[in-house]
Nanobody
Framework: QVQLVESGGGLVQAGGSLRLSCAAS?????????AGWFRQAPGKEREFVAT????????YYADSVNGRFSISRDSAKNTVYLQMNGLKPEDTAVYYC?????????????????WGQGTQVTVSS
């Protein structure tokens, strides 16, 4: 059972930056699971943001964040990050970290096995 804990959310002005962190309880997380970030705004479905495969050699982004967000992983800290730059009010949502045992880059919620509790990101205009 992999436990994921997100942190780093908060309130930021439009154009600002935040870095979200996702710490995994499982020591083999980094070398075993792919990871992804999703977000859910009020009244909307959870949507894909970014994903990285287990080796960190392959990433994939939603069109809405491509070029502004960057996903990475630190094997020494067993942690996955989401660097968010150029934030917009429409990026406001609860952001969730997830882990998948499937290979490759995955962008569907049903392809992920474990989820964190979420962290709120609010971007003011």
């Amino acid at each position: 059972q992999v436990q994921l804990v997100e942190s780093g959310g908060g309130l930021v002005q439009a154009g600002g930056s935040l870095r979200l962190s996702c710490a995994a309880s499982e020591r083999t997380f980094i070398s075993t699971y792919g990871a992804g970030w999703f977000r859910q705004a009020p009244g909307k479905e959870r949507e894909f943001v970014a994903t990285i495969n287990w080796s960190g050699g392959s990433t994939y982004y939603a069109d809405s964040v491509n070029g502004r967000f960057s996903i990475s992983r630190d094997s020494a800290k067993n942690t996955v990050y989401l660097q968010m730059n150029g934030l917009k009010p429409e990026d406001t949502a609860v952001y969730y970290c997830a882990a998948t045992s499937l290979s490759g880059t995955r962008y569907l919620t049903r392809q992920y096995d474990y989820w964190g509790q979420g962290t709120q990101v609010t971007v003011s205009s």
